[in-house]
């Protein structure tokens, strides 16, 4: 489901042309465009470069590769977003440009949406409006060898900072991954103050009707409110049903709302000892026994959540839920299958998502970060440094052990070298001295035969 680090914080994105002077008197030297949900972003960071255009033009097969330019430039069409900007990558570029050829203007409201495949692409995209797109392409077709005419940009990812920053995390019920993330982040969730942090949480749900007085009825076992709120069935012809795993949202939301702590620590249990849809309502009776917190004050917030809405015209009575309507508010900002686990200050963040990265972020995030940031800074600068320590200590053993290991095998061979070189001259000399013992008593023979 945010590059090699995540930087969760409100930001403000710049696309500025540098050059040339005449488009900038022409167009201004601001330029509005659409940032893609794929991609690693440098958040914090600043890119400049020259930008030249692809070959094809489409970007939609192999690109030529560029030695000299980081910035491309790619028309929209015959496939999709995260096609083109992945092509750009394996060619080695850092930076994308995506022209439209219809739209005259684009500007943030604008999504290049992930087409399932964006989990391989690193490198940061936009698009920008056919007002700019024409104007670049005159000057790649007219101008590409007159250096004063190149198209030099300025990209900022810069980040505000807030003074209380937003936390928005994406759960799914029955994906335990999304569940472990807040179970590891509960000790982190504790140090801060609720004045501090905001927290929010995300559900995959989903309307059959896009208005509140929509009469239609629509049965389905995976909504509730006549198909105003559904999710997915959670496990096919399995008991559980969608109207299951909706109600137990509907017990969590309001858990969030009345006591955060008890949500956690309600999260950290269910996640384990909850996973039957259809046995979530006794289960979430079982966990509140033994967090010892009231069901009843629950089950008044479940009730109290949804609200009557009585169409006079035609004297139709719909309910709605005041919980679950903030949630499709949210899904219709962003949809749910764009959102990463976690989400700061309305941005989105994609890789590196574990409970230490989300608790430096979040002090990242603010203006004036609270103490506690620098105190668990602080805290794991010296855990660093003393395992660092531990970490060398423990080398140095190993290499003692290694020497050590090397001295003693060193000097068994040779001591074994020694005494077969020691048993090889013995040998020799014995053999020597045999040989002149036998000449010897030959030489001796032989006299006194002579002597005969």
Not at 122 to 133: E, F, L, R, T, Y
Not at 143 to 161: C, G, N, P
Request: proline content about 3%; charged content about 20%.
């Amino acid at each position: 489901m945010l590059i090699l680090f995540i930087l969760f914080a409100s930001s403000v994105e710049k696309l500025t042309l540098i050059q040339p002077e005449s488009l900038i008197d022409k167009l201004g030297s601001e330029i509005k465009y659409g940032i893609a949900h794929f991609g690693d972003i440098p958040w914090g960071q600043r890119m400049i470069g020259t930008l030249i255009p692809t070959y094809p033009i489409d970007g939609c097969g192999s690109i030529l590769p560029s030695k000299d330019h980081d910035f491309i430039f790619i028309e929209r069409g015959k496939c999709t977003f995260v096609t083109k900007v992945k092509n750009a990558q394996n060619a080695g570029y850092k930076f994308v440009i995506i022209g439209d050829n219809a739209n005259e203007d684009i500007d943030n409201s604008f999504t290049m949406l992930n087409d399932g495949q964006g989990s391989s692409v690193h490198i940061p995209s936009i698009i920008i409006g056919s007002k700019w797109s024409k104007e670049f392409k005159d000057i790649f077709s007219n101008y590409a060898t007159i250096s004063e005419y190149s198209i030099k940009l300025l990209m900022k990812f810069d980040v505000i900072k807030q003074l209380k920053v937003d936390v928005l995390f994406s759960i799914d019920l029955l994906n335990n991954s999304s569940l472990q993330i807040l179970s590891d982040y509960k000790p982190y969730q504790q140090l801060f103050d609720t004045n501090e942090v905001k927290y929010q949480f995300l559900y995959p749900i989903y309307s059959l009707k896009m208005k509140e007085d929509d009469n239609a009825i629509i049965e389905s076992l995976n909504c509730i409110s006549d198909g105003r709120y559904c999710t997915y069935d959670p496990d096919g012809d399995d008991y559980g049903t969608g109207q299951d795993v909706i109600e137990e949202m509907i017990r969590q939301l309001c858990l969030q709302k009345l006591d955060i702590d008890v949500f956690f620590n309600y999260i950290d249990l269910f996640k384990d000892k909850c996973k039957l849809p259809y046995m979530y309502e006794y289960c979430f009776s079982e966990l509140l026994i033994r967090l010892n917190y009231s069901i009843q004050t629950v089950e008044n917030c479940y009730d109290d959540s949804f609200k009557k809405l009585i169409n006079q015209s035609q004297n139709n009575l719909n309910f709605y839920n005041a919980l679950l309507e903030e949630q499709l508010e949210i899904i219709s900002e962003f949809p749910y299958a764009q959102l990463p686990p976690v989400m700061l200050n309305n941005h989105v963040g994609v890789k590196n998502i574990t409970a230490k990265n989300i608790f430096i972020n979040i002090c990242e995030s603010f203006i004036n970060p609270p103490e506690i940031c620098s105190n668990q800074k602080d805290d794991w600068r010296r855990q660093d440094l003393s395992q660092q320590s531990s970490s060398f200590l423990q080398l140095l053993i190993i290499l003692l052990a290694v020497l050590l290991i090397f001295l003693v095998v060193a000097t068994l061979v040779y001591k074994k070298v020694v005494k077969r070189a020691s048993q090889e001259q013995t040998t020799e000399q014995v053999h020597e001295l045999v040989t002149q013992y036998i000449n010897f008593v030959e030489t001796k023979a032989s006299k006194q035969k002579n002597s005969q």
